[in-house]
């Protein structure tokens, strides 16, 4: 069973730095995407799904990100400790949520949708990132 788990959320004030990184452990992730999202919490509350942040796939290396953080975070990897890390620069108040790391096994039928959600097989408990004014 695959398992995820984020760490180095925090406090930051705007413009600031902060670095997440996700440790995953019970499998091997060949042909896997690795994905960060983040939610607001409550917001689940109103049927809002959680909102892609950044992906990069396991084996190629190709990164993905939302036009949101475009230029501003950097997502990476560590085949050999199978760690995902997420870097944030020039944070702003609304980047404030709490940070998930997902994982998602190939599809055999069809293209996996990186943005997507509903297209990730695990999760982690996720951390929280606060950015002040």
């Known amino acids: 069973q695959v398992h995820l788990v984020e760490s180095g959320g925090g406090l930051v004030q705007a413009g600031g730095s902060l670095s997440l990184s996700c440790t995953a452990s019970g499998g091997t992730f060949t042909g896997y995407a690795m994905a960060w999202f983040r939610q607001v919490p409550g917001m689940e509350l109103l049927g809002k799904k959680r909102?892609?942040?950044?992906?990069?796939?396991?084996?190629?290396?190709?990164?993905y990100y939302s036009d949101s953080v475009k230029g501003r975070f950097t997502v990476s990897k560590d085949n050999a400790k199978n760690l995902v890390y997420l870097q944030m620069h020039t944070l702003k108040p609304n980047d404030t949520a709490v940070y998930y790391c997902?994982?998602?096994?190939?599809?055999?039928?069809?293209?996996?949708?990186?943005?997507?959600?509903?297209?990730?097989?695990?999760w982690g408990q996720g951390t929280q990132v606060t950015v002040s004014l």
């Open positions: 997902a994982a998602a096994g190939p599809k055999e039928t069809r293209t996996l949708f990186v943005h997507d959600a509903s297209d990730y097989d695990y």
């Open positions: 909102e892609f942040v950044s992906a990069i796939t396991w084996t190629a290396g190709l990164t």
